[in-house]
């Protein structure tokens, strides 16, 4: 039916995929249509499909491309995730927009502001954490955030505000979840002697770590390589890593279901 | 003084690895010598060798390439691995003897006699599996093994045959250990969602799938994989991985360390 | 119009993927309908499909996945592809039938018959090499195959029968194409110092080992290997991409366009 | 003789590997010794060494890892890998000045001074262009440098500088090679259809991407990656691959053999 839709209104059809999970029965669509084809605007074509959305009993969302998201990216005081995602977006690679960058250390400014992107210093007072992430969600809701990527930010955000950005705030962990969430990550692999290292991106909820997983990767290690090895050859993974699973979120190419996402790239 | 002992006789080195562990101190040699540079037995080498190692507190082996290992597979009714095993052994790329194979069920028996190699039917009583377990060391003994091969055998063998074979019995695990120990981990990796999904090759110990890590590879899956998808793509996984380890392992190329391996290859 | 004939017939969709190539603008798609939901029989839905079709000026198939594909496998003295294969085939994870293997040596006769299945040693005269290509050509034609794997074959087929079997003759070449095509590929590889070696697995046409790309995959080497280790680490490349490619084959998932493919895997 | 020679005089060796070329006969060592166990000055080091060295007939060099190499970054209008290696540098990833950068553009200017580092626009007449590799020359010898890094240059090298610099000019080139040299290998490998493309980072010879390859690697494109997208999936495997070899260069793990090299990483 969407597709009926669809032509029964002159659009065109630039892509499209489906996938049904066989074990919950739920059936998820992804169409991307040419905007110049359909006489709607954003507005009136979600009026126009929101009837046969309800009687299908769909769960859906329209965006339109031609509208970059805004994303604010948090970061602490390593620099290679937030060094490769301005890179990026420099370079043209995500199409967004970075409102501004937070960190509760003030060591990357020089960087961000080359980039000419503000730079908010929000420092946190490990006694009471409640006023950085207050100015935090300040931030988030003054700059109308679409969506928050924690780019190795390293503090763990209210359960409030994982719940007012579910599936809007996309973290980096330096493990191959589930292995190694928490602390240290690379130091518990190299406690274990695993033969493989890796990142996994993954949307932020309340329970740490344990968020539905967007897309991961590893690298090969040996014996040679000690824990600060680990962490040189892991932050390569985890910058290819995030920068992908973002790419696919500001694409609309990532659907939830319960604690798994449908990326369909 | 292992290359001065070798070439105070005349020796020639063919292949030689060190390592050393930073956080031990350790120090981990691997030398191969080109056995007619030599104007000893083996029996001799070692006389000849042995207050060098004592003098300088070495945990120290020799063995002789031109002897190859006794192996015994031990599988159950999944055959990948075992078939895999076989084939390689087949074509010479696995330089061992395989005296038998011992499996707690029969269908594997054709397969195995085709390979001219003797099938042990030894059934598990599921109320009493000691008596399986006594035949199971009985004929690893009878057979003089010097490793075992758990190619996905399913079951947990005593504490005391894993001690008396200590680094000796090499097991395939199918998941990226530490993640999904125990059963069904593809299950468990396709409840989690994760992007990868792999397996892990390591010695075995009275703690399940807690024993040293010998090697460990990975394969993309997606939102599409059903778990009965990721058994299938699974498999190719944990036979490359067993026989990689196995090869290591028969060319006496990883030395263990607590809970870790060295692997000079 | 696709899926409209489909729906207004009641036939429901259990996987479909599009693609549009935008240097040509060909548009590519792929249906699978769930055959009970449909009041037709084959030949029925293929007629009442027929003007459809034919009005937009499709390049069209349907077929049958309760009927699986016949396919004759060919090999030469080299077993690993082979027997990879027909372990794949006796373990249910190609579906298809395997009327006979055909092979210029009496080599693997054992390892056929022990899958039941007939093995034909048809000689190569190398003064005159066309009583073998016509008896091979008489053997496909009486069984009916609708797919040929050369799993490492080593002779080239004539003209006339790449012509006659154009997409469902599939080879194994055991390099990255378009590097290395012809003889000893490995030894191609060995010579100019490549650190990846690859396999490619592709559709057979008159030119050598230029035909439409199926799939590809690489292994890591080092200064370390001879060609020979080459050879043997190669082999598990080999192995892998060719049965994933004859896989998707089988499946119907691959269309050509020009000398390239698409694949909806 | 190497290792008796070094703790004859009390020195330590923190890491060896040694590799015989088994074709040619030739026998690769690398060393690494502690300084501060030898009662030598380099100079000194490199005398009392001399004769055992010139004995033996070896090829050999010893440098001083306290002294870093003096490297210069020439790039083009494309980024991606200058930026990679800034920041790598900046990171303290890289162990080695960067006296300046040159290019035959302006562009990249503002990110080169952001990391303090001059940079030279050396314009390129296309008329004659002797004059820019004159003072290109210059630049080089000014700085004394002990490396150049053509970090996607898209000039031609004269001769004489590729003499003069034999094995310390080390450039990314874009393609798998041997596949797809020269210009446009993205376009060049799209028109072929392969499903991998892939960066090889080598030393310049006189002969056009046909040096001593150091590093390769690959990533997965699909029939839905148009140039555009292979150009963009590439910069991820050209940037790695030139940062890895580079790094392997700096810290002298690479031997060259005729038009192969000997990795000890």
């Known amino acids: 039916m969407v597709s009926n839709f669809i032509s029964s209104h ?10 049904t999970d066989s074990s919950t029965g739920w059936f998820f669509m992804r169409v991307e249509i040419n ?15 929101s009837p046969i959305a309800q009687s299908f009993n769909m769960d859906w969302n329209i965006s339109d491309s031609a509208v970059p998201k805004k994303v604010i990216l ?37 960087m961000v502001e080359w ?13 009471d954490k409640q006023p950085h992430f207050d100015e935090v969600a300040r931030l988030i809701r003054e700059n109308k955030a679409d969506t928050v990527v924690l780019a190795r930010y390293m503090q763990i955000l209210p359960s409030d505000v994982c719940q007012e950005y579910a599936h809007r705030i996309i973290n980096i962990h330096h493990s191959f979840l589930p292995s190694f969430a928490g602390a240290k990550p690379y130091h518990q692999a190299h406690e274990r002697g695993v033969k493989l290292i890796g990142a996994t991106c993954h949307y932020v909820t309340e329970e740490l770590d344990a968020g539905p997983i967007i897309d991961q990767d590893v690298i090969r290690v040996s014996h040679r ?41």
Chains 1, 2, 3, 4 share one sequence.
């Open 225 to 265: 390589d000690a824990p600060e090895e680990m962490v040189r050859l892991g932050r390569d993974v985890e910058k290819n890593v995030l920068s992908r699973g973002l790419r696919w979120h500001l694409e609309d190419k990532i659907l939830v279901q319960g604690n798994k996402t449908v990326v369909f790239n």
């Open 10 to 19: 002159g659009g065109s059809i630039s892509d499209a995929n489906q996938h």
């Open 35 to 49: 905007a110049a084809t359909l006489p709607f605007s954003l507005e009136e074509l979600k009026a126009a499909f």
């Open 115 to 127: 980039h000419n992107i503000p730079y908010h210093h929000v420092p946190v007072n490990k006694e």
């Open 74 to 110: 948090m970061a602490s005081r390593e620099s290679h995730c937030l060094a490769d995602l301005l890179y990026r977006y420099h370079e043209g690679e995500l199409d967004c927009e970075i409102p501004c960058v937070i960190s509760n250390h003030d060591d990357l400014r020089s």
